[in-house]
């Protein structure tokens, strides 16, 4: 299996996020967690998004394990390798967009790379190199008060070339709207001139096709889910990708015990976990117990055993704003939240021990704390349940076949657990 795209996301929620705009655009699209092992056996795929959390490391380290990644994905045949950023350039003057980006690019042997965070549907545009977030500049965006990265300045020539070894040049929007002939004669000229990267601009949907048919002949380039929907494009209008179908590709029915696990406390979840009490088993866990008390995973477990079987159920820690106020006074919120995600992830556990191989996870930090423990090296990213929340099936587990889903507290309608289990048959 030869991959045409590989991918390096600098964090979990990005990497997802990319793997669903992948797989929307048609390519059979692996997300892996973390720099997978040399001999992860991968089904049939045009695409792997590899998962760092690098975001916010020291650079160095940031550099180091990008450029592990970016090996593996070259050892899998990836002619094109996309550094995952975010859509708002999270990032300071120390990094780490600018030295994983020079990384990359030594390795790569490309003499510039072409870089935009531009994503319009989501209100991302960059012109003349200076990124708006909706209606307004960057430094003027809710992220100019961010409390890891806060973002002072909308030129992105002079943020990346503060963080960057090379000279940064620009191919504006002018240039871009004259075609991808004007974009390369510009990128020559730019190369010229000793600069080793561009920003460049976007502000219609139809300017990342531009870019991707552009990018796409590079061995590196850098950006937001945006650039990854231009390259992908690119790989199936240019017939290198023939577009597949989500749906089909997931394989076949698994059957078997199915079940639902809730952290999130968020109102949607709430609200779907009230709606899911009309249509299976619902068992609400008591969260100073699962602080506390060991034995709250252990009686979930006895009381799901009981039921697992041709229903599905549901286990929920999520309760009302005031109860989780008052729980987080008691415990303390870091420690109440660490405790209940690791007793959801025995729990979790304990379900695929005992048979389990449809699992829903709703809550951001769950889902993670459920997937690490698990140990599940990767996903094939199927069809969407509801907006960026695809069915995923489990690559490289040592549990087998499995199917999950897992969403953030916000998404997903109300009846998005009986929605997931409709498309995990
Ligand atoms: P979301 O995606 O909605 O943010 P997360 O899973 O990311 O959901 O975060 C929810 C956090 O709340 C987790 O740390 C979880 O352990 C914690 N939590 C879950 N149930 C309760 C509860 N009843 N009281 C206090 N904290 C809770």
């Known amino acids: 299996m030869t991959l045409v795209l590989g991918c390096i996301a600098d964090d979990y929620t990005g990497a997802s996020d990319l793997a669903n705009t992948l797989t929307r655009a048609g390519l059979r699209t692996v997300q892996t967690i973390g720099v997978p092992p040399d001999d992860l056996a991968l089904p049939e795929v045009d695409?792997?998004?590899?998962s760092l959390k690098s975001?916010?490391?020291?650079a160095d380290l940031a550099v180091s394990r990008s450029r592990a990644a970016e090996k593996w994905l070259r050892s899998r045949g990836a002619g094109h390798v996309l550094f995952k950023i975010c859509s708002t350039f999270d990032s300071t003057d120390a990094g780490n967009i600018g030295p994983v980006m020079d990384a990359l690019r030594a390795d790569s042997g490309d003499r510039i790379v072409l870089v935009t965070p531009a994503f319009p549907e989501t209100g991302r545009t960059v012109y003349q190199g200076h990124l708006f977030v909706g209606l307004v500049p960057l430094n003027e965006s809710p992220l100019k008060d961010h409390p890891l990265n806060p973002m002072h300045d909308s030129s992105l020539v002079r943020v990346l070339g503060r963080q960057s070894e090379t000279k940064i040049g620009l191919v504006n929007l002018a240039v871009l709207a004259q075609g991808a002939a004007a974009v390369r004669t510009r990128l020559a000229g730019l190369v010229g001139e000793g600069i080793g990267a561009a920003i460049i601009d976007a502000v219609f949907d139809h300017d990342l096709e531009t870019i991707g048919?552009?990018?796409?002949?590079?061995?590196?380039?850098?950006?937001a889910s945006g650039i990854g929907l231009g390259l992908a494009r690119a790989l199936v209008a240019s017939g290198r990708v023939k577009a597949h179908s989500a749906a089909?590709?997931?394989?076949?029915?698994?059957?078997?015990?199915?079940?639902c696990l809730a952290g999130s406390c968020s109102q949607a979840t709430l609200?779907?976990?009230?709606?899911?009490?009309?249509?299976?088993?619902?068992?609400?866990?008591?969260?100073d117990r699962l602080v506390t008390a060991r034995d709250e995973a252990g009686r979930a477990l006895a009381w799901a055993k009981d039921r697992l079987g041709k229903r599905p159920l549901?286990?929920?820690s999520s309760s009302s704003p005031e109860q989780v106020a008052a729980v987080q006074a008691r415990h303390g919120r870091d420690a109440a939240g660490h405790a209940i995600e690791q007793a959801m992830a025995d729990i979790a556990e304990g379900l695929v021990e005992?048979?389990?191989?449809?699992?829903?996870?709703?809550?951001?930090?769950?889902?993670?704390?459920?997937?690490?423990?698990?140990?599940?090296p990767g996903f094939l990213v199927g069809a969407e349940i509801a907006a960026g929340v695809p069915v995923l099936r489990a690559v490289g587990a040592r549990q087998g076949a499995m199917l999950l889903a897992l969403k953030s507290g916000n998404f997903g309608g109300p009846a998005f657990f009986s929605d997931a289990l409709r498309l995990m048959p």
């Open 354 to 376: 005992a048979g389990v191989r449809r699992l829903v996870v709703a809550g951001g930090e769950t889902s993670g704390a459920v997937v690490d423990r698990l140990g599940i």
């Open 55 to 58: 975001r916010s490391i020291e």
């Open 314 to 316: 549901l286990i929920a």
């Open 248 to 259: 089909a590709d997931l394989g076949a029915p698994l059957g078997g015990p199915a079940a």
């Open 47 to 50: 695409a792997v998004v590899v």
């Open 213 to 223: 048919a552009v990018a796409i002949d590079h061995r590196l380039s850098v950006g």
């Open 271 to 287: 609200g779907q976990i009230a709606n899911a009490e009309r249509l299976m088993p619902v068992l609400r866990l008591d969260p």
